[in-house]
């Protein structure tokens, strides 16, 4: 059983940067794709970013794309997501999640087997 616990989370400003990062204990990351979803207040959660096992591939949703990077840290047994030019639409409660999915499923969250329990991530003025 794989434990995720992210942290990082704050109220930041438009344009502002932030950084969250996802810890996993009682097991690693090792052979699982991770990835970062986000649910905005009221809304149904998202798909926002991912990388596959082997970190060789990074996925991200079109409305991130080219603002977050997504990183992993074997060593330290974390995955981070990287947002950069935050957005109040980047609101939201950001979860991440580790599971096997084939890569058609790689965006959806049932694909997913261990999750973590959120972070708020606020961007306001």
């Known amino acids: 059983q794989v434990h995720l616990v992210e942290s990082g989370g704050g109220l930041v400003q438009p344009g502002d940067s932030l950084r969250i990062s996802c810890a996993a204990s009682?097991?690693?990351?090792?052979?699982?794709?991770v990835s970062w979803f986000r649910q905005p207040p009221g809304k149904e959660r998202e798909f926002v970013a991912g990388?596959?096992?082997?970190?060789?591939?990074?996925f991200f949703a079109d409305s991130v794309k080219g603002r977050f990077t997504i990183s992993r840290d074997t060593a330290e047994n974390t995955v981070s997501l990287q947002m950069e030019n935050l957005k109040p639409e980047d609101t939201a409660v950001y979860f991440c999640?580790?599971?096997?999915?084939?890569?058609?499923?790689?965006?959806?969250?049932?694909?997913?087997?261990?999750w973590g329990q959120g972070t708020q991530v606020t961007v306001s003025s």
């Open positions: 999640a580790a599971g096997r999915p084939i890569v058609s499923e790689r965006p959806m969250a049932r694909a997913y087997y261990y």
């Open positions: 990388t596959n096992w082997n970190y060789r591939y990074t």
């Open positions: 009682g097991g690693t990351f090792n052979g699982y794709t």
